[in-house]
């Protein structure tokens, strides 16, 4: 589990930081591995809002790969 920092927006993982859409920022995410070795979803409540890749080799912040913005059918919206 790892709280989004409201300044930044980002989170460390594996000693690197990784950003996380803005939507979340101020949130507590979760972050669980896939079946894939090196990937790692970012997850908010029941929803994957994100996925890590650290098989990318260099060490500069990196982007996460967002999920669809389509609301899910759990969404309050």
Do not use: C
């Amino acid at each position: 589990m790892r709280r989004v920092p409201r300044d930044s927006g980002r989170i460390t993982f594996r000693s690197r930081r990784w950003r996380i859409p803005k939507a979340f920022k101020g949130k507590t995410v979760a972050i669980r591995p896939t079946h894939t070795d090196g990937l790692y979803d970012v997850v908010f409540r029941t929803a994957n809002i994100a996925t890590i890749d650290l098989r990318a080799q260099n060490h500069h912040p990196q982007p996460v790969t967002d999920v669809s913005e389509h609301p899910s059918r759990i969404s309050p919206v």
